[in-house]
């Protein structure tokens, strides 16, 4: 490892890309703005200048038609990454992700893959109402035949791209947009990192606070918090939604006994209940109090910023949570 | 013969009715005709015939709704039909090793014992000590019933009085829930017992002195001896179980409302001397919580005494899983018939509450006589 | 142009002819073979499209690409996958094409670059584009053909993947095969512009008419459009109308035409207007037809022996070829 960098997650996904593009010529990028404009969130700026259009595309409003077009490249031995603007726009190209890459392996009898990495930024926090602050991983995590991520530090950032390219089935990276402006230190050597293990951010031993991607920042000021007040939480992120880590997430739980999972989702059907679930069948004769969870509240996100805020999982309520769980 | 069916035409068709013949027998048939209509749920479709013949006997009626396979006529003159081959076995299948579902024996036992959280608060609220059960549930745990089952007031150290009521609340409800108890009770003169009591402890120390309560215990323990179906436990999946040993589980009241049963072990094998030495150290470490575990579990049988400060007549409630409690009231000076003549006696009421599903009323009362008999001669005690 | 003249030798003629009978055959015994239940699920029948798959795939080189629909038995067979395997990927066994996991509507082979059979109304459109983005990106003259009906027309996905194709320039065939009804709708009452052709016009991709009841026009026309497109022209469109003799699918009962319109159109059958064809000049000899319905009728006799012969799954492979790799 050489020595770190100071950088941002934004930076960390753009230069993940550009390692991608330069290691591989089958790399390519496709989708809304991601030439021209430099990307929604400026994840590609520059990168057309330096890999030119035929590997940086600029695709009009069609994210149906070129989420297809990445399932037929890929089938047909390419690597594209197509960039989805947001998790709430790609409900257009739901039918090309779950009915045609989830399936085709599997359905062709094991023929065709599809070697297809989708990039999406998902998650609320900057006021831009119900039909831009949706967090849906849930849905895609449902699905065989799918691989879901969700980089929450720059490490993963930078190192997740990698090895969703080297897996030859499709693979979904969600970005939160609160995470794009997050800075630290990085090694300016850091590369592929793991794309199936959960991680510990903070070990403890009271309780296990059990997170992923935008909700992990909040996780760690309300373990700190907590530790003022003598509760040892540990840290676990997700890292992967499909597939869940069972081992280091039952580990953690069968250590601390207690469980706060908090998630973006909305709680019916979310990532949380899934979690829950395995809890309750893998770990239940070591609970010592019901797993807790701390959600989005059952609402579109509204605009105003005291409403969302009171919709979001916020670090009070982590804290609340948690205390219920020690009675 | 060829037998023309009701074909499934769609995904979602489990039947269809026939209202319409449009060949009939007689008629010839090629490969491709149209021979009939069928009705069925999305409307009337005509059906054709895969083979070449001569239309034979029409066997459904039209109107009848058929389920899809049945015989709807018979063809004859039809070429005869190769008999499809069997399908072949799988080639050994392709490695494969992942488990198709989440593994839910991404299992390490957990650290200590598995036990449900209901089991959990029950044995909490009874004190009883998870280490001494074995469970009965999924993955080796301890469920409710698990718990239930543990029978005896535990005692813990240093005497919780709260956690003792509980327990015993909860194993007196138990008792009276699953135990269907019969009740006898007769009067014993204590004259010839109280009499040699007298002469005994005339010579002894305060220290060395007998109580009446040594003579009963022993008198119960011979009893037992000589009548094992109220020595023992019973357990509804495996019935009655003798016991090898008579440990005499004596009801000890525990100042401030408390009240357990330690076992005096092997009760018919001791000496009057040495059961009353072992019955003062009980008393002396039951009210101060000292009890062993052994002590606490072992009893085959209770006794319990009010003692002088008590009532004429005392009825028990069997501790489960024993099958038996012997009650003793106070000893009082009463009018008895004796030879046609009325006098007064000492006569102590003894009663036993016995378990229906071991013992009947029979055996208790002469149990009860042998205890009555034993205390007439108390030298031999 | 030279070219189309080449394939009115007899010998391509009769090529043609024995592909039509090839895939009619196979599909009149899915049709018998679904009623008595040994084909499940659904089944759509090509009967009376003959003309379309097989003069588009004549037009094709082994090394082009092929996207095709639920209806596309016939596409698979002209293409090259054995009947052998078609049948028994209809049966469901292990020995299809898809080891049994697809069925009727999902025939795949890599061999022959057959990439799929889709269920989605217009859901393999943007998949062909993408293949074809492939080839082009690796500077290959490879041309994806991709076989849609006049239903997938209503799709967003058709009028994205029209756009995108054009932009890019992608070396696209697109086949609309016409033929009036998306299942049980009539296309007057579903297009507020029913002429095919003239949407793909729109967005400027090169466009004909084809009447698809005529195997030797089919094929001249896909020919011209093959040679374009490997040319570097982009993108070209055939619209062929035709019409399927039988239903949309096996369970339909077809209230939404009528028996004189069906009647009308197999006068224009595309087997018996080859046959009748060739034998008014004298290409057609007496005994090519019984031989090749001969050799037919013992293909496809061999695909139904077969696919009853080969083997169920079994249920423990249930979660092979979810992903690549199985999960430690």
Known sequence: MSAPVQTTYREACRAAIADALRRDPRVFLMGEDVGRYGGCYGVSKGLLEEFGPERIRDAPLSESGFTGMGIGAAMNGMKPIVEIMTVNFSMLAFDQIVNNAATIRHMSGGQFGVPLVIRMATGAGRQLAAQHSHSLENLYAHVPGLKVLVPATLEDARGMLWTALEDPDPVLIFEHVMLYNMTGELAADAGAVAIDKAAIRRPGKDVSLITHGGSLPKVMIAAKQLAEQGIDAEVVDLRTLRPLDDATILDSVRRTRRAVIVDEGWRSGSISAEVSARLMENALWSLDAPVGRVCSAEVPIPYPRHLEEAALPQPQAILAAVKRTLG | ?381 | MSKAKLHLSRDSLLSLLHQMIRVRRFEEKCDELYQSEKIRGFLHLAIGEEAVCTGVMAALAPEDAVVATYREHGHALVRGVPATAIMAEMFGKLEGCSHGRGGSMHLFSAAHRFYGGYAIVGGGLPVAAGIALADAMRGESKVTCCFFGDGAVAEGEFHETMNLAELWKLPVLFVCENNLYAMGTRLELSESEPDIHAKAQSYRIPSEVVDGMDVVAVNAAAMRAVERIRGGAGPQFLECRTYRFRAHSMFDPQFYRTKAEVEEWKKRDPITRLTEWMTSVGLLHADDLPQIEAAVEGEVRGAVDFAEAAAWEPVEQLAVDVYARPRP
């Open chain 2, 1 to 381: 013969m060829y037998e023309f069916r009701m074909p499934s035409l769609g995904a979602d068709m489990e039947a269809g009715t026939l209202v319409e013949w449009l060949k009939h027998p007689g008629d010839r048939v090629a490969r491709g005709d149209i021979v009939a209509v069928v009705e069925t749920d999305k409307g009337a479709i005509e059906i054709e015939i895969f083979v070449a013949g001569t239309m034979g006997k029409q066997v459904v009626a039209l109107g009848a709704k058929v389920p899809v396979g049945t015989t709807l006529a018979l063809i004859e003159g039809v070429a005869e039909e190769r008999r499809p081959p069997a399908p072949r076995a799988a080639a050994a299948p392709r490695a494969f090793e992942a488990p198709a579902v989440p593994p839910s024996a991404v299992a390490a036992p957990a650290p200590g014992l598995r036990v449900s959280p209901a089991a959990r608060k029950l044995a909490r609220e009874r004190g009883i000590d998870l280490a001494t059960i074995k469970g009965s549930g999924p993955d080796g745990s301890i469920v409710l019933h698990d718990v239930e089952r543990v029978g005896g007031a535990p005692a813990r150290r240093g005497l919780d009085l709260n956690r003792m009521r509980q327990a015993i609340a909860a194993a007196m409800a138990r008792s009276k829930r699953e135990i269907p108890h019969y009740y006898l009770a007769t009067d014993i003169d204590m004259s010839k017992a109280l009499d040699w009591l007298q002469t005994t402890n005339a010579g002894r120390t305060p220290g060395n002195r007998l109580l009446p309560a040594v003579l009963t215990l022993k008198a119960v323990a011979h009893a037992a001896r000589k009548y094992p179906a109220f020595n023992g436990t019973f357990d509804p999946a495996s019935g009655f179980t003798a016991a090898s040993g008579v440990h005499i589980g004596v009801a000890i009241a525990v100042r401030g409302g408390g009240l357990a049963s330690p076992a005096v072990h092997d009760c018919d094998q001791q000496s009057l001397d040495d059961l009353m030495g072992r019955l003062r150290d009980l008393v002396a470490r039951t009210r101060e919580g000292r009890l062993r575990s052994s002590e606490m579990s072992d009893a085959t049988l209770t006794v319990s005494s009010l003692g002088e400060r008590g009532v004429e007549t005392l009825y028990g409630i069997i501790y489960p899983p024993q099958v038996a409690i012997v009650g003793f009231g106070r000893v009082a000076s009463r009018p008895v018939a004796v030879d046609g003549q009325v006098v007064v006696r000492n006569v102590m009421s003894a009663t036993l509450a016995g378990d229906h599903r071991v013992t009947d009323g029979h055996l208790g009362s002469l149990f009860l006589r042998e205890i009555d008999a034993r205390l007439q001669e108390p030298d031999k005690l």
